[in-house]
Every structure is written in structure tokens, then in C-alpha cells.
């Protein structure tokens, strides 16, 4: 029993003995499982200073460190406007600026404040604390002239502040990229570092009246402005062709005869019935508008009719200098006229004359119409006007007179009231021996102030004289504007002025109350006439023009 | 009465051998994450413990880092870890969840011997250690990355 126990002790012994040598040798396995890492964080940026050098900020940070003391080498640079508003950065500042300092260069006028956040790959740090706030300067303009041009052209004194340096500049008026390009110079140029430079410009002839404003563009970019006037005083002279004869004591109608699309028409020669250049009809138009301005819409009208049921008339025209002859533009031939007429019936053709672009020009007009009539009969004409438009305003000319020569001999007549001498207008019917209302002639002027203009005043011009010796004509003066009374000159009992001579009296009347552009266009005067003694009383008049001053 | 509880201990004894035979030739047999180590009482696998609250950062992009690791041996006997692999994909801790591209990525180990006590007194064996410059994180790493622990799956390899 005893040697029993001995036994399996023994294999006990050997039995776990053998497992724990077994193991040892034979166990290869090995389990599965996780192990950690863990990623640092990226420090928050070190608020930068900032300093500002004409339109450049430098701005300047301590650099940052990551836990374990690596350096950071790449930072973000932002700019914030006083609100918060974050803004789109300049070169040398934007993207990962490789350094603790960066210029941004190119910055727009304002107050602004920096931040900086350490990068690293796609890692961002925290951004830092703004900066103290830095003022960038704008752009400017300011002009040592003064700024109310009363004349053109003009050259303006001034200077440019806080551009970006190296840029060259250029002029425009009213629009910084579209705008009429002006002349000027700069100097020194191109703009230095500091960013100002001397300028002049010049306002051009053709600028309108109002406020406008002058634009300095820098090639790279930089705009900056400055707002003048310009105030040119213009005076504006015009005849009346609307003419109303109230010298029986009841208006008639005698205007001029081409000025209208009314029962007012005059009849020509009688013309060939082929055309021929020696066989035309001319109209000299006024000359109403202010120089060096642009014309645009030129539009030859003319209403015009055959001289007989079953005639056809046709035309075609030139645009001639009135100063000269010189012809412009051709519209239509003698193989193909700009348009026919059948018949007395009268119709109108509008007709551009694009080569009528300026103002000059158009103060310089003249239409020379060859017409054929197949009957070889007169032609009946309504209608000879010019229109278009300036920048400030459209208008319409009107003859001042026309010269016939459809049966190949020149013969002028020129509308009476519109200068002195050469052709007078006799009143319709003798004027009364005392003033009375229904006594009057009323002209009506045409529409030429643009109505933005400031108008200043007008003048008043009639010239006239009893027609047969002996007699003495007086005369009184209303201004309407439409059916309103704005003005009287003179009375009843105190006329303007009385003319008992065969010599024309030529008064000046000063029109105060035509002191806006709505009196001024269509301005109606009345001029209140008696005459003394008996027999023939009209009177000659020879002269009505109304001037106006405006700016 | 003696004679018969003699007997009965040398049948539990002899049972006993085969037993630990055929924990032996399991052993040979598998790769060690295999049921055979589930059952009471046979040989079991490694496993690990998590550490990830006591890991040190290290990590940043362009660099290398360490990596803890804290292994379990629950068996009654010390185990030599000799490498350590990786077999998953890395990923971040649930609070970084924009960190989805880690750009972790970690060196296998080997040659390693790394002894893992015995279990004992009804404890685990465990050993934790730190794995140095094992881990490194490329350019690629999202920002959301930063200050991110990131779990590594790994086999352990041993010999006991």
C-alpha cells in the first residue's frame, strides 16, 4: 500500500510535469485584440501684431509649437472687418504662409483686424485672438480746382491718395469702366510706393451740364472718385414759327408755312419731270444748340404732295453745311428717290441722316431736295424739319428759310421773324386804336432747354413799325407758359414801347419769370398792339426771338 | 476502502495526461483564436485590455508614435509574446467621428518578447507596454484627427 501511493505521486509529478514542458514548447498561439495611438492636438495661433504701410499690412506672430515642442512652420492668416466679417485675404497673406510674418499687399480701405492658426498638413489649429485693429486708407480723389466747371474745356488740379504703388492711371467720366475715357496726367507716375501722385484732368467739350462724376482707375485695380459740376451757362436764341395773328380781334393761324403739320403749306415752282440737279428746294434750319455735343436720331421729316390728282412727285436729298454747301450725306438718287407722292394728298417720310451727329452740324444744316413732278407741276410742301437729340435733351429745326429753285432758278424767302430785316410779317388786319385783349400776336417758341437745366432768365427781342407813315404803334407784352400768365412787360397804359417812324424799333425785353425749363419750352408771348390814326394800321414786324439763359 | 480510493485517484490521474495530450496537440493545431481555447479548463487565447485612456499622444502628421497596448493572458502559465500584427482597420474614437480618414497607419511587430505573467490567484496575467514609433500618421490625416485615440487591431503571436 505504501508503494502504491509512491506511484502515483510519481505520475502525478510526471503528469503535470510533462504538460508544463509541452506547453512550453508547443504553444505558438496567441489572441487578438487592440492597442491604442493617440494623435496630439494642434495648438491655438499666437495673436499677431499688425502694421500698416499706405495700402500693405505686415503682420507678425510668435510661432507655435506642438505638445512635445515641435515647431510649427505653416500658418492661415484671416482678416476680419470690425464686425467679424471674415474677408477674402491678399497675396503674400493668403493660403499657408510658410513664416511668422506675411504682407498682404493690395488691401482694400478699411479697418480690419488679423488672426493667425497654425497648419500642418490638413491639421488647423486654433485661431488666435484678432489683432489690434489697422485702418487702410481708401483710394481718393480730390481736386484743388474747384469743382463747378462753368466752362469746357476745362483742366482740373488734383490728387490721388492711397493707390497701390506701380500703377499707372487713367481717367473716365461718370462710369469707372465704361465711361468716356478723359485726358489727364499723373506725376510722378507711375504711382510711388506712398501712393500719391499729382493729376490733372480735363473736362472735354460735349460734357452735359448736371453733376457728374470723374473716376481715376488704376491698372491694377484701384478706383477711386470724385464728384464735380458742370455748370457751362448756355444761351439759347430761337425765332417763333408758330405765329398766331389776333389783329382782327380773333386768332389766325399764320406760322411758318414749312414748320407744321397744319393747314400752313406754300407751293413750290414747277419742277421737271425727270430730276435734275439744277432743279432742287433748299431749307436752311435754325441753329439752336449748344456746341461740341453729340447728336443722335438725325431725321430729315418731310411732308410733301404731286402737284395734281394723278401726278406723282418724287425726291430724294442731301445733307449739306449751311455755311458752306458742302454736302454731308445723300439719301436716295435720281434712280432711286427716298419716296413718291400720287396725287395732292400729303404724306410724310422721316428719313435718318445718321451723318447729322453732332451739335455743330446740326447748327449747320441745310437740306437740299431735287424733286421731279411726272406733270411737270409744283409740288406742295407742309413740312421741312430736322430732328434728333443731343445728350440733354431732343429737338427739332426748323427753317429759318427756303430757297426755291425747282425751276432751276434760286429764289429765297425767309421766315420774317426770325431775323431782322429781308422780310417783315404785315398784321392781318389794323390794330385798334386802344389796347384791348382780343388784339394781340402770339407767338409760340420752340423747346430747346433740356429739363434738367437751371434756367436763369430770357430775353425777349420784337422789332417792328407802323406799316404806313403817320401812325404810332404801341405794344405791351404777356409770357405764358401754356395757358398760365407768368409774366406782363409793359401795360395798357405804360407799353413796352411806341414807334412812330418807318424805322423798326427793336425792343430787349427781360423775361425774369422764365426762370425753369418748362417756361422756357413753349414759351408764349403776346404782344398787345394798338395804332393811332385812321387808314391802313398794321404794323411790320420784323423780329420776335426769345433767348434764354441757362446752365 | 483505501485500496479503492487509490485506485480512483490513478484513473483521474492517468485521465489527467491524456488530457493535457490533447490540450497539447490542439495547441499545435491552431492558430490560437480557435474555440478549442474557449473551453474550461483548456489552454486560452490572449486577449488585450483596453488602454486607450492612459495613452500618451505622440501622433501628428508626418510623424511616428507609440502605441500601448496592455495584453491579457488568461493562463496558468506566462506567455512570451514574440510579434504583434496588425489585421483591421484603424479607426478613431467615437468622440472624432469626422475622423475618417486617419492616415494612422502601424509597423508590425516582431522578434518581440514581450512575457506576459501566468494567471494567478484567479487574476489574469497582464502585461502593459509601450510600443515605441510604432504607429505613424501620414499628410492625410483629417483635422478632425487631432487629439483622436485610435484602435488598433492586432494578432498576437506567442509562445508560452
Known amino acids: 500500500m505504501r508503494g502504491l501511493h509512491r506511484t502515483i505521486v510519481l505520475a502525478l509529478a510526471i503528469a503535470l510535469a510533462a504538460p508544463a514542458a509541452g506547453a512550453s514548447a508547443s504553444w505558438p498561439g496567441g489572441g487578438s485584440g487592440s492597442q491604442s495611438a493617440k494623435a496630439v492636438s494642434m495648438p491655438t495661433g499666437n495673436t499677431p501684431t499688425a502694421a500698416v504701410s499706405n495700402r500693405s499690412v505686415t503682420v507678425s506672430w510668435t510661432g507655435s509649437t506642438l505638445p512635445g515642442g515641435a515647431a510649427i512652420s505653416t500658418y492661415v492668416v484671416n482678416r476680419y472687418d470690425t464686425n467679424g466679417n471674415a474677408q477674402t485675404i491678399g497675396s503674400a497673406c493668403s493660403g499657408t504662409v510658410s513664416a511668422t510674418t506675411c504682407t498682404e499687399s493690395s488691401v482694400p480701405g478699411g479697418t480690419w483686424k488679423y488672426t493667425v492658426a497654425p497648419t500642418l498638413s490638413n491639421w488647423t489649429g486654433g485661431e488666435s485672438g484678432q489683432s489690434a485693429s489697422v485702418t487702410v486708407a481708401s483710394p481718393s480723389l480730390s481736386f484743388s480746382s474747384s469743382t463747378t466747371v462753368t466752362s469746357l474745356p476745362t483742366t482740373l488740379n488734383g490728387t490721388i491718395a492711397a493707390f497701390v504703388g506701380g500703377q499707372t492711371v487713367t481717367f473716365r467720366l461718370d462710369d469707372a469702366s465704361t465711361g468716356t475715357v478723359l485726358s489727364g496726367t499723373l506725376s510722378p507716375t507711375p504711382v510711388p510706393s506712398g501712393g500719391g501722385s499729382s493729376i490733372t484732368v480735363t473736362i472735354p467739350a460735349g460734357t452735359t451740364n448736371g453733376a457728374h462724376t470723374v473716376y481715376a482707375v488704376g491698372s491694377s485695380g484701384d478706383v477711386a472718385s470724385a464728384a464735380i459740376t458742370v455748370a457751362v451757362p448756355y444761351t439759347t436764341t430761337t425765332t417763333a414759327w408758330d405765329l398766331r395773328d389776333a389783329s382782327s380781334g380773333s386768332e389766325s393761324n399764320q406760322s411758318a408755312a414749312s414748320a407744321f403739320v397744319d393747314t400752313r403749306t406754300f407751293a413750290t415752282g414747277v419742277w421737271p419731270t425727270a430730276f435734275n440737279t439744277n432743279n432742287y428746294l433748299e431749307f436752311n434750319q435754325n441753329a439752336p444748340l449748344p456746341s461740341g455735343f453729340t447728336v443722335t436720331g438725325g431725321t430729315f421729316v418731310f411732308n410733301f404732295a404731286a402737284g395734281a390728282s394723278g401726278d406723282t412727285a418724287c425726291f430724294w436729298f442731301e445733307v449739306r453745311r449751311a455755311s458752306t454747301g458742302a454736302v454731308v450725306g445723300t439719301h436716295g438718287s435720281s434712280w432711286i428717290p427716298v419716296g413718291c407722292v400720287t396725287g395732292t394728298t400729303l404724306q410724310s417720310f422721316s428719313t435718318a441722316i445718321s451723318e447729322l451727329n453732332t451739335t455743330d452740324l446740326a447748327n449747320d444744316n441745310r437740306i437740299r431736295v431735287y424733286a421731279r413732278e411726272s406733270a411737270g407741276k409744283s409740288i406742295t410742301v407742309e413740312r421741312a424739319n430736322v430732328t434728333g437729340s443731343t445728350p440733354s435733351t431732343s429737338f427739332t429745326l426748323y427753317p429759318l428759310s427756303y430757297t426755291d429753285a425747282s425751276t432751276g432758278t434760286p429764289a429765297t424767302t425767309n421766315w420774317a421773324l426770325a431775323a431782322s430785316g429781308g422780310s417783315a410779317y404785315t398784321t392781318a388786319s389794323n390794330w385798334p386804336g386802344s389796347f384791348t385783349a382780343n388784339d394781340y400776336l402770339k407767338v409760340t417758341f420752340p423747346s430747346y432747354i433740356p429739363t434738367t437745366a437751371t434756367v436763369t432768365g430770357g430775353t425777349f427781342k420784337l422789332a417792328y413799325r407802323p406799316t404806313a407813315s403817320g401812325h404810332n404803334a404801341c405794344y405791351y407784352i404777356e409770357v405764358y407758359s401754356g395757358a398760365t400768365l407768368i409774366g406782363t412787360h409793359g401795360s395798357t397804359t405804360t407799353p413796352v414801347s411806341c414807334n412812330s417812324t418807318s424805322t423798326y424799333t427793336t425792343d430787349t425785353v427781360s423775361l425774369p419769370e422764365i426762370n425753369t425749363p418748362a417756361r422756357a419750352n413753349g414759351a408764349i408771348v403776346k404782344a398787345y398792339f394798338w395804332i393811332s390814326g385812321s387808314g391802313s394800321r398794321t404794323t411790320d414786324n420784323d423780329l420776335a426771338t426769345l433767348s434764354v439763359n441757362y446752365q | ?160
Open chain 2, 1 to 160: 476502502m483505501r485500496r479503492l480510493v487509490n485506485k480512483k485517484v490513478a484513473v483521474l490521474t492517468i485521465l489527467a495526461g491524456f488530457a493535457l495530450v490533447g490540450l497539447v496537440y490542439a495547441a499545435w493545431t491552431t492558430n490560437g483564436t480557435g474555440n478549442a481555447y474557449s473551453k474550461a479548463g483548456t489552454a486560452q487565447t490572449l486577449s488585450t485590455v483596453d488602454v486607450s485612456a492612459s495613452t500618451t499622444a505622440t501622433l501628428y502628421p508626418g510623424v511616428s508614435g507609440d502605441v500601448l497596448v496592455k495584453i491579457d493572458n488568461p493562463n496558468p502559465y506566462a506567455v512570451t509574446v514574440t510579434a504583434v500584427t496588425g489585421n483591421g482597420t484603424i479607426t478613431a474614437d467615437a468622440g472624432h467621428s469626422g475622423c475618417t480618414t486617419t492616415g494612422v497607419t502601424f509597423t508590425n511587430q516582431s522578434s518581440l518578447s514581450l512575457s506576459v505573467p501566468a494567471k494567478s490567484g484567479g487574476v489574469d496575467g497582464v502585461l502593459q507596454t509601450t510600443l515605441t514609433g510604432a504607429a505613424s500618421m501620414s499628410n492625410a490625416s483629417l483635422n478632425a484627427c487631432q487629439g483622436a485615440t485610435f484602435t488598433i487591431p492586432v494578432t498576437l503571436t506567442g509562445t508560452s
